[in-house]
């Protein structure tokens, strides 16, 4: 990257290996906050989406680091194929779902552009909304993940901005009445909790984010 400006080097694609890191930067994530996400699943769910959730990607850290896949759509797919295969509950499916058509979307290139991440991210979202049934304000984890993929675009800056949506769409859950899953068992009970699965999908687009800040961060470093 010698030479290139900062707003040049958000603009190089994404590799294999970064969406490795990525994923590997939200697994650390799910492992801080396990506890607070069963505890908020508690409220409103079977108390298990942390405990879930951390298994899940346990099992996709080893396997990326078992057999690292060669394309960033290969990684997505090998990840959703493990949190779908040990992820119990609705949330192994809807998360693998996520990753496999988000991959599927990217193909096999060797890279991506954050353009096309934003744009198969879109395509991934969209699966999961079909597959449950759900859309924004149902109080689900497309609270935090439509307003996520919107705000992907042709920068690593705009990494930073996805992950402030995801939050805030989390964060928005609170007041709702949930109308899908298993908190929609409570009706006006739900109100005033936060949604578990929008809080973890706000983890995954952190980590996003905090991963591409490492990678422009040692850029500058090393110029």
Do not use: C
Not at 14 to 37: G, H, I, K, P
Not at 79 to 85: D, E, K, M, V, Y
Not at 182 to 209: C, N, V, W
Request: glycine content about 12%; cysteine-free; charged content about 20%.
């Amino acid at each position: 990257m010698t030479g290139q400006t900062a707003d040049q080097a958000r603009e190089e694609p994404l590799d294999a290996a970064f969406f490795v890191r990525w994923l590997s930067t939200a697994a650390a994530a799910v492992e801080r906050e396990a506890d607070r996400l069963t505890e908020l699943d508690s409220a409103i769910g079977d108390a298990d989406h942390g405990s879930n959730m951390r298994r899940g990607f346990r099992a996709v850290t080893a396997a990326l680091e078992e057999e690292p896949p060669a394309s960033p759509g290969a990684v997505l797919a090998l990840a959703g194929r493990q949190l779908i295969s040990t992820v119990g509950g609705a949330s192994g499916p809807l998360y693998g779902t996520l990753l496999r058509r988000t991959g599927k979307a990217l193909g096999d290139t060797p890279e991506v552009t954050p353009a096309q991440l934003g744009e198969a991210l879109r395509v991934g979202v969209a699966a999961v909304a079909q597959l449950g049934g759900a859309r924004a304000g149902d109080k689900t984890m497309l609270d935090a993940l439509e307003p996520a993929a919107g705000a992907l675009g042709p920068s690593y800056a705009t990494f930073a901005e996805a992950a402030r949506a995801a939050r805030d769409g989390a964060l928005a859950t609170v007041p709702l009445q949930a109308r899908k899953g298993r908190a929609s068992y409570l009706g006006e009970r739900s109100i005033g909790h936060q949604d578990p699965g929008a809080t973890s999908s706000a983890l995954l687009m952190t980590a996003l984010a905090d991963t591409a800040g490492a990678a422009l961060t040692g850029e500058e470093e090393g110029r």
